[in-house]
Structure formats: C-alpha cells, structure tokens
C-alpha cells in the first residue's frame, strides 16, 4: 500500500480566512513533505519533515504553517493568503530523508486550493 | 547551480516506442526519479535509478549514465492513456531527500 490521502480536495477561501490542509499516510514512513505546483509546472518544495521534525524549510512565507502532530499525520495551516498563493497543494511522504538509499516520495492526490 | 534539462512537449503514435530524455548538473547525485503525472491529479511513481544501465518495469524502462549526467525513459507500445506529463527529478547528496524536478515533457499519443 502506496497512499498518501489528503484533504479537503477542493478549498476555496478568502484572503483573511485561516484554513488548515491535511494530509495522511499509514506506510510507516519518517518523512513528510509539502509541495506546492502551479498549472504546468513541475511541483516545488515548501517543506520537509523527518522523524516529525522540520528539516527544510524552502524560504516559505510565514502565511503558510507547517505541523507534524505524530507520524502519521501532517498539517498545513493557511492564513492571509493571497490570489497568487491558488495551486494544487500536494504532499508526499518517503520511508525517510536521509538521501541514502533508495528513497522514493509517495505523493497524495493533493489539494486544489482558490484563494480570493 | 542545479539544473534539469527535459523536452518541453513529445507527440507520438499509438503502439509505438517513444524515449524520453533528461540530463542533469546537481550538487551530487544520490539518485534519479521519473514521474507521471497526468492533468489535474498527483504525481505517480515510476522508476528510480542509482547506478548506471537500464531498469525496466513493464512496458516501461529507465536508463542512466552518471558519467553522462543523461537518463531517458523509454515508453512501449503507447496506449493514449500515456498521455501525460513525465517529471525527471534528481536528489543530490548531502539535501535531505530534496528532489530537484525538470520541468516535465508533456506527452501526447495520438490515435
């Protein structure tokens, strides 16, 4: 089993809304990431997650708030966000991220969020 | 700096054979991806290669030459649901598991 869930699928919010994406996996894995990706574009990294810590931060404006409550579970908390920040928000996950051996990113269906 | 070269679009016909090529300059190399990704839903895990030569999974393969910096991959006999875009990404060393992705080739299969 490869799944990696996420939710909500669909986010339409205002720009002084606070919304939180959700994202899931039961693969045991130690690493989790967030991913931003804009139409036709390959996806870009905001952050990574090893052993529930944060490990990278990709120069993410502080308007987007990582948490990794356990394991398992990884959060992506979204306040006064601007039109620019509307993507398909997808996460990953990868047994870990030590850059070792074969480390392969599972990535969930994501979420496609509209910001007005 | 770190760059990853791919072809922008491809178009090929149904039941044929068609290669994809990527080369690559990173800081190190721990390993290269290929994705797929088809409009509107997630990427989807292919192949991966380490070491040098040719992985096949199927009707699918993937080849390196670290040497080189070069990988393709090869997609047989097309069916038109391989019509999607293919994301080549490398992981250098030293990065914590940070992918570098190309900017994927958007392949079409025509009838």
């Known amino acids: 089993d490869t799944e990696v869930t996420q939710t909500p699928k669909h986010l339409v919010m205002g720009m002084t809304n606070k919304k939180s994406l959700k994202c899931e996996q039961h693969m045991g894995h130690r690493a989790m990431y967030w991913y931003k990706q804009k139409a036709k574009k390959p996806p870009e990294l905001m952050f990574v997650y090893s052993y529930e810590k944060l490990s990278i931060n990709e120069s993410v404006p502080s308007r987007f708030s990582p948490e990794c409550p356990n394991s398992s579970l990884l959060n992506l908390h979204l306040h006064a966000l601007q039109p620019e920040d509307s993507a398909l928000y997808l996460c990953?996950?990868?047994?870990?991220?030590?850059?070792?051996?074969?480390?392969?990113?599972?990535f969930g269906p994501g979420t496609r969020l509209l910001v007005l | 700096g770190q760059n990853i070269d791919q072809p922008t679009e491809m178009t090929a016909t149904e039941g044929a054979i068609v290669q994809i090529n990527c080369t690559y300059q990173?800081?190190?190399?721990?390993?290269l991806f290929w994705y797929q990704q088809h409009a509107g839903e997630a990427p989807t895990f292919l192949s991966y290669?380490?070491?040098?030569g040719l992985e096949e999974k199927g009707r699918f393969s993937s080849f390196l030459s670290r040497s080189k910096g070069y990988s393709y991959l090869l997609l047989k006999e097309l069916q038109m649901k391989d019509s999607a875009s293919y994301l080549c990404?490398?992981?250098?060393?030293?990065?914590?598991?940070?992918?570098?992705f190309g900017q994927g080739t958007e392949l079409s299969v025509k009838p």
């Open positions: 990953a996950s990868s047994q870990a991220a030590s850059g070792g051996a074969v480390e392969t990113q599972y």
């Open positions: 990173t800081s190190g190399f721990n390993g």
């Open positions: 990404a490398v992981r250098g060393s030293n990065q914590g598991g940070k992918l570098i």
């Open positions: 290669n380490v070491l040098d």
